[in-house]
């Protein structure tokens, strides 16, 4: 997985791109986006790309089970905290 960090006060989300640059280098399964609170995972589709909606959210601060906000199929807290792991599995 690729974790692209950015400071608490600075936007993570346009950060994804820079990850998605990192991202074509490697084999990675996962993005990761964060600035320490808010976490966005975007994972690898069918063509092999990144999309460009996350896959799951989580903003530690107001945990929720999903952020429809951010995309339809975008899932919550639980999830990403799934994702996170090392283990996890599509």
Do not use: H
Request: proline share 3%.
């Amino acid at each position: 997985m690729i974790i692209e960090a950015k400071k608490r006060w600075d936007s993570f989300l346009t950060a994804k791109k820079q990850a998605d640059g990192y991202a074509k280098e490697s084999n990675c399964d996962r993005i990761i986006v964060t600035n320490g609170i808010c976490y966005s995972i975007y994972l690898r589709d069918k063509n092999n790309c990144f999309n460009d909606e996350p896959s799951a959210y989580l903003n530690t601060q107001r945990m929720k089970n999903s952020y429809p906000i951010l995309g339809e199929g975008c899932k919550g807290a639980t999830e990403a905290l799934f994702m996170m792991s090392p283990y996890w599995k599509k």
